[in-house]
Nanobody, 126 residues
């Protein structure tokens, strides 16, 4: 059974940094792309960043480009989201997800992901 467990969220001030982690199990991690999505209260789920199975290709939503970095450690079955220069509008529950098919390109479409973590809360205050 595939399991994704996020950690690293918290309460920070605008301009601070956080690093989220997502530990994966139950699937050959180094064959599958991963992504981070987020959902703020009263808003729809939003794509944040994706990384392909090898870690060589990444994709970001425009609002986080230059501030967030997604990377992975296949030896530790973990994907990370380094978030710098956090803004109030980054406040959300952040979920990691794993692609349903191996060796695919990055994707911002949630339909391509079949397992999701429970989420970790990120709150940015002024």
């Amino acid at each position: 059974q595939v399991q994704l467990v996020e950690s690293g969220g918290g309460l920070v001030q605008a301009g601070d940094s956080l690093r989220l982690s997502c530990a994966a199990s139950g699937r050959p991690f180094n064959r599958y792309g991963m992504a981070w999505f987020r959902q703020a209260p009263g808003k729809e789920r939003e794509f944040v960043a994706a990384i392909n199975w090898s870690g060589r290709d990444t994709e970001y939503t425009d609002s986080v480009k230059g501030r967030f970095i997604i990377f992975r450690d296949n030896a530790k079955n973990t994907v990370f989201l380094q978030m710098d220069s956090l803004k109030l509008e980054d406040t959300a529950v952040y979920h990691c997800a794993v692609q349903s098919k191996a060796f695919r390109a990055t994707s911002s479409d949630p339909v391509e992901y079949d397992y999701w973590g429970q989420g970790t809360q990120v709150t940015v205050s002024s």
